[in-house]
């Protein structure tokens, strides 16, 4: 007889290490529920939805400038001084176009961004609950799901701009005018104590960003300690993602090409990253959640075929004595009427 076959290194790794053992079942729950697939469909949405938002920012500036005239002086002069030619008439030909149709802009642009959002929200939510749940989850109907979008995608955007907040408040340059403002020298291991903090910073406020969408935006309660957790994961790999692409951003944009296609192709790249990421992530905190993500249906009981006689005993007595009477009844009634016909 021919020995067992010995188990290979990856089945010897995943007995030995748990976590090897974790990765390897987030990305099969990963690529079972065509994770990439999905970060592919909100790249575009993310994309589609960045348009529209600048119409309103477009909108918004050409406001501020119609209620300021200074600055818009200030800006027509610059421009003038800095840009010669037909390129400068252009930039004051935006400028001014901003301010002539700022209302038209920002209506058609906010309304634009509301459809946008509700589908890139929508599309949002259910990769999510893809990631977390194996069985399908009942729509509470088409009003009630997009007044929960529209909840979930405020909420989302308001969590968006604080955690933006928080993180320009760790960047170095406010650190280094709050040394300034309190009259403390700058010392050169104030920089690398400022990058540090920064980098501190912007993992917590990534992780709270995280740990929201894993937790909060699932059509479906999902466990917030594995959400944190998984959140966790993601904030250290988006921010060392931050740093690697910082520094290839920095490579490439030295080249004419690089300069004219990095930034789309690098926004691109971005919103696909942190979609993937994120995804993964959601599978990672499914898969180590103590909650029963899957739910097998119970097998129905062994199905028992056996004969079933039972006796016929005839009619019983009121039974006889009901058809006797109704029998009489129906005589009596035949005979009266042949009288009569007679």
């Not at 976590?19 to 949405?45: E, K, Q, S």
């Not at 589908?119 to 009630?144: C, K, N």
Request: aromatic content about 10%; overall charge positive; some cysteine.
């Amino acid at each position: 007889m021919s020995d067992p076959a010995k188990p290979g290194i990856i089945d010897r790794l995943r007995t030995r290490y748990g976590w090897i053992d974790h990765v390897i079942r987030a990305y099969r729950r990963f690529d079972d529920r065509n994770g990439g697939f999905f970060a592919a469909g909100l790249t575009y949405y993310t994309i589609f939805a960045l348009f529209p938002l600048l119409m309103v920012g477009f909108a918004v500036f050409g406001f501020v400038l119609a209620r300021r005239p200074q600055l818009l002086s200030t800006i027509d002069d610059h421009i003038r001084s800095q840009v010669n030619g037909a390129l400068g008439n252009q930039l004051r030909e935006l400028m001014n176009s901003a301010i002539d149709a700022r209302t038209s802009v920002g209506v058609i642009g906010l309304a634009t961004a509301v459809w946008a959002g509700l589908g890139w929200i929508s599309h949002l939510r259910q990769a999510l609950t893809q990631m977390w749940w194996d069985t399908h989850i009942e729509s509470p109907g088409f009003v009630r799901n997009k007044l929960s979008d529209l909840l979930a995608m405020v909420g989302t955007f308001a969590v968006i701009v604080v955690t933006v907040a928080l993180t320009t408040v760790g960047h170095t340059a406010p650190m280094a005018a709050l040394l300034k403002w309190l009259g403390i020298p700058r010392f050169v291991v104030f920089d690398w104590l400022f990058w540090l903090i920064s980098i501190l910073i912007a993992t917590l406020v990534s992780w709270l960003l995280f740990t929201w969408m894993i937790a909060r935006l699932p059509r479906e309660k999902v466990s917030l300690v594995d959400s944190m957790r998984a959140g966790l994961i993601a904030a250290v790999g988006f921010e060392v993602f931050k740093q690697v692409a910082s520094i290839y951003l920095r490579t490439v944009l030295r080249s004419p090409a690089g300069a004219a296609f990095g930034p789309v192709l690098g926004l691109m790249v971005f919103a696909y990253i942190t979609a993937y990421l994120v995804l993964f992530c959601t599978a990672w905190a499914a898969t180590a959640s103590t909650e029963p993500r899957d739910r097998p249906v119970a097998l129905p009981a062994p199905a028992i075929i056996a004969p079933r006689v039972q006796m016929d005993e005839g009619l019983g007595t009121r039974q006889t004595l009901t058809a006797m009477a109704l029998g009489a009844a129906g005589a009596l009634t035949l005979s009266r009427i042949a009288r009569r016909l007679r």
